[in-house]
Structures are given as structure tokens and as C-alpha cells.
């Protein structure tokens, strides 16, 4: 879990480097920098929302909300402010003082809506109006580390930087591929994100003509969902029956006519026990139920204890990387022994 979110903050720094030379690199100094930090500043929120079951309650909260981006964006320009006078840049741009701070303030809230914008694009999800509505929201287009969209950024940002290097080894003289570079990254970012757009979209299509059949035996779905795998052009999905969840693949997902939908797995939904109804009461469990889009539970005799698993079939073992649990033991008389929380 620790390194997916290292890769996530890398996947934010990365996108925040091609901001600053596109747009704000030739008008403020530090500007790459302050984009970096501007573009990492919501998750802030770890700080306080480890460990344990404090995760899902505090993670992609108010600090990921649009309703704090103003302050943000205001905190990075005061940052700045503060660094610019503290160690004032060799080589000042020509810009007229006056409009440096707004420049910076419209900097800081490029980098924070990044931040928001790729949170959002994700199958974890952010609340975007936190505090007003905790309401989660996600696009389901894109995994929560996407390799490929790292991949693309360090390529195309760091390619440059070796031929600039090497032209200078060998005194050869050209133009500054940087931006260039950077607005091409950000094009190739936007494209595939329409690419996984239309995907999920047939997706979810192939999903509604399959119920229409009466694919899952006769079952009306309650609820179903598609979501992105880190393999280009494959999706999983999550279908939401009475009794059961299936999980199955989809392939190709270009429209109902192409995608192929494969059955994988069949889990089978338990009877509400008193146990089961206990679990789901304690603040741990009912956490993890307003989080949780599919939630499955489960409760095993060990003992002379009781343990439940509640489980998000997003997470689930064998259906997504990490799987998540939260997991409640309680004696004969329902008495509450542990609560844990884990990826």
C-alpha cells in the first residue's frame, strides 16, 4: 500500500512538472518546484489518517475538496512569497512585481486541481465538496497507480533533459525541447484519458446488454460496475446480484458489439447473522460500510470467538491489488474483543 501511494504522489509529480514548463516555468521563478509542492499538498491528509480504519475516514477528505483548493492555492503563493524573499532567484523574470502573486496564486491552484482531477479519474475515489457532502466520487477511468501514464511522463520529460545534457557535453547549441516535450505529455495525458473513457463507457454497456439477456440467470442486477486493471484494454467488473457477486473480465471493451465479457468468480453473499449485524454497528464497521461500493461479509467461528470480514469487492483478494478488510472478533455474547483495519 505504502508503495502504490508513492507512485500515485510520483504520478502527481510528474504531471506537475509538465504544468510548470508549459505554462509557468518562462513567467516565476521557483515555478517547477512550487508546482511540485502545490500538486502533493492534499495528501497531507496521511498525517492524520493513519492507521487503521482512520484511513477511510479521513483519506481524500476536506483537504481533497474544491471548496479548500482556494486556500491552497493561497498558502502556495504566501509559500512562495515567503521563498522568494528568503532566497531571492540569480536570474529575476521580467514580469512587473504586481503581477507575480497572482501568478503564483493561479499556479498553486493548477496544482492542486491536478491532484483533484487525477484522484478523481481513479476507482478509490475522492469528496470533492468535503465537508458539505462526504459523498465519494469516482470516474472509475483509471487504476490507482497507472503505470502507463508514469511511463508516458518519465519519457517524455526525461528524454529531453538527456539530449540537452548530451548537446551541451558536446557543445552543440539547440532550442529548449522542454516545453515542447511537456505539452506533448499533457496531450497524451488528456488522450488517454478519453481513451479509458470510452472504455469504461462500453463497458458499463456491455454490462446493461448483458442483464437485458438475462445473462446472470435470471437474476436482475441491484447494482453492477467497471473497473480499470494497470493492462491496457482489459476491465473487471463487479455485478451486484440478490443473492451473490459475480466478478468477471472484459476484454476490448470498444462497444457491446467487440468486448467480451468472461465470468471469473462467484461470491456467495452470507445470511445477516447477529454477529454479521453487530460488526457492521461498530465504528470500524461502519466506516468501512460508507466507504465500501459492493460490500461483502463474513463471519467464521475460531474458537471461542467470532470473527467477521467485511470486504469492498473492489478490494477483494483476487479481484484487485492491495486487497482491503476490516475485521471485528467479538465473544458468544457479541462483546466487541478487536477491531482492525488493513490493505
Known amino acids: 500500500m505504502l508503495l502504490c501511494k508513492f507512485m500515485d504522489n510520483l504520478t502527481h509529480s510528474l504531471v506537475a512538472v509538465a504544468l510548470s514548463r508549459v505554462f509557468f516555468k518562462k513567467r516565476i521563478a521557483y515555478a517547477t518546484t512550487a508546482m511540485v509542492v502545490a500538486a502533493n499538498l492534499p495528501d497531507l491528509d496521511l498525517l492524520y489518517s493513519w492507521p487503521g480504519i482512520r484511513y477511510l475516514e479521513f483519506r481524500n477528505g476536506v483537504l481533497h475538496s ?6 491552497w492555492a493561497l498558502a502556495v503563493a504566501l509559500g512562495w512569497r515567503w521563498a522568494v524573499k528568503r532566497w531571492p532567484p540569480r536570474h529575476p523574470l521580467a514580469n512587473p512585481p504586481r503581477h507575480l502573486f497572482a501568478i503564483a496564486l493561479a499556479l498553486g491552484a493548477v496544482g492542486i ?3 483533484l482531477l487525477l484522484d478523481w479519474t481513479n476507482n478509490f475515489g475522492v469528496r470533492l465538496f468535503a465537508p458539505v457532502s ?3 466520487m469516482a470516474l472509475d477511468w483509471a487504476p490507482y497507480f497507472d503505470p502507463w501514464i508514469w511511463f508516458l511522463f518519465a519519457a517524455l520529460l526525461g528524454v529531453p533533459m538527456l539530449l540537452t545534457l548530451i548537446s551541451s557535453e558536446v ?5 529548449n525541447p522542454h516545453r515542447a516535450s511537456a ?4 496531450i497524451l495525458l488528456c488522450a488517454w484519458f478519453g481513451l479509458r473513457a470510452r472504455q469504461h463507457n462500453a463497458a458499463l454497456e456491455l454490462l446493461n446488454s448483458q442483464a437485458v439477456s438475462n445473462f446472470f440467470n435470471g437474476q436482475l442486477p441491484l447494482d453492477w ?5 494497470s493492462t491496457p484494454f482489459q476491465w473487471q467488473a463487479i455485478v451486484d446480484l440478490p443473492a451473490n457477486y459475480l466478478v468477471a473480465a472484459i476484454d476490448s471493451p470498444w462497444d457491446t458489439d467487440l468486448g467480451h465479457l468472461t465470468l471469473q468468480r462467484n461470491y456467495i453473499k452470507p445470511p445477516l447473522t447477529p454477529s454479521i449485524t453487530a460488526a457492521q454497528h461498530t465504528r470500524t464497521g461502519g466506516i468501512f460500510l460508507w466507504f465500501a461500493r459492493f460490500p461483502l461479509s463474513d463471519d467464521q467461528e475460531e474458537g471461542s470467538l467470532t470473527k467477521i470480514t ?3 469487492m473492489r478490494y477483494a483478494e483476487g479481484v484487485q491489488r492491495p486487497p482491503q478488510r476490516a475485521t471485528i472478533e467479538m465473544d458468544g455474547s457479541l462483546h466487541i474483543i478487536s477491531q482492525s483495519f488493513s490493505w
Open 134 to 136: 462526504e459523498r465519494w
Open 171 to 175: 557543445g552543440v547549441r539547440k532550442n
Open 183 to 186: 505539452a506533448a505529455a499533457l
Open 66 to 71: 474544491l471548496l479548500f483548493l482556494p486556500l
Open 310 to 312: 467485511l470486504t469492498d
Open 225 to 229: 460496475a467497471a473497473f480499470p486493471t
Open 113 to 115: 486541481g491536478s491532484h
